[in-house]
């Protein structure tokens, strides 16, 4: 019992069983950041002109889809 703490006292101050918990700044030239901020999270952009139209022509194409197919055989 006692030779296991020590063993385990001693790792502690070794380099190896030390973990440096940091961070880095993200760079704004890196592939895998994305900008932030409000409706910068969807594939669309929401403020185009028509937007609406294409959306509820979308909506109604891909739910109404399966009620066709369905209907249909």
């Known amino acids: 019992m006692f030779?296991?703490?020590a063993t385990r006292a001693r790792l502690a101050n070794s380099l190896v069983a030390r973990?440096?918990?940091s961070t880095t700044r993200s760079r704004l030239a890196?592939?895998?950041h994305y900008?932030?901020?409000p409706?910068?999270?969807i594939p669309f952009?929401?403020?185009t002109r028509f937007f609406y139209a294409r959306y509820w022509a979308f909506m109604i194409t891909g739910f109404g889809a399966p009620f066709a197919i369905a209907g249909r055989f």
């Open 45 to 47: 952009n929401p403020k």
């Open 3 to 5: 030779a296991a703490s």
């Open 39 to 41: 409706r910068s999270n």
């Open 19 to 21: 973990r440096g918990f």
């Open 30 to 32: 890196s592939p895998y």
């Open 35 to 37: 900008a932030e901020g």
